[in-house]
């Protein structure tokens, strides 16, 4: 059964700290994997896309990587800012389609 | 460029009453689909469009929900009766097809059911 599982489900931390969030994913055959940033009340915004041939790709203050042999993702972010408050979801595409298999999501609250 | 477009952003209704969202996607966007987001989970597929057909619908509950796109642009989710479990954020997002499959999001309706 195709899944997308993210981990930790929620995460505090203080401005200007790093952090990385975390995804494994059973979907086969693998086409790309997408990070989303949702903020409350505000649809999914893409912040990167990567296909099996590519292992990191940046974006700004984020980094994403993959381990398309683990089946494993990361999402790190780098001096967090209060703006970073958000859910990050992780999404899979299997090969050939358009379906999206999305990840619950972590969601991340940046103190000050 | 415009993004996807959806109203109301927010609705409140009682148990048994009939809601209707509307969204405009992207122009030249000829895929349209609509989701389902329930607190603390990931959207799930209702049913998505190409152009003015139907092309996935397997995971709307026909006996309540209804949605059209009339002449391939915008598109109406409707809810009839609704339950208490209908309460989520109902996206609504449209792509290109091309190779990307690269898929944008409109800002959603809250939808709570009393």
């Known amino acids: 059964k195709n899944q997308v599982e993210q981990s930790p489900q929620s995460l505090i931390i203080l401005e200007g700290k790093n952090c990385t969030l975390q995804c494994n994913y059973t979907v086969s055959p693998f086409s790309n994997l997408r990070w989303y940033k949702q903020d409350t009340g505000r649809g999914p915004v893409s912040l990167t896309i990567m296909t099996f041939s590519e292992n990191t790709k940046s974006n700004g203050r984020y980094t994403a990587t993959l381990d398309a042999d683990t089946k494993q993702s990361s999402l790190h972010i780098t001096a967090s800012q209060l703006s970073d408050s958000a859910s990050y979801i992780c999404v899979v595409s299997a090969y050939n389609t358009d379906k999206l298999i999305f990840g619950t999501g972590t969601r991340l609250q940046v103190f000050p | 460029e415009a993004g996807v477009a959806q109203s109301p952003r927010y609705k409140i209704i009682e148990k048994r009453q009939s809601v209707a969202f509307w969204c405009n996607p992207i122009s030249g966007h000829a895929t349209l689909y609509w989701y389902q987001q329930i607190l603390g989970q990931g959207p799930k597929l209702l049913i998505q469009f190409q152009n003015n057909g139907v092309v996935d619908d397997s995971q709307l509950p026909k006996d309540r929900f209804s949605a059209e796109r009339l002449k391939g642009v915008d598109s109406t989710l409707k809810i009839q009766p609704a339950k208490l479990e209908d309460s989520a954020v109902y996206l609504c997002?449209?792509?290109?097809?091309?190779?990307?499959?690269?898929?944008?999001f409109g800002p959603g309706t809250r939808l709570t059911v009393t």
């Open positions: 997002a449209s792509s290109l097809m091309d190779r990307t499959y690269e898929q944008y």
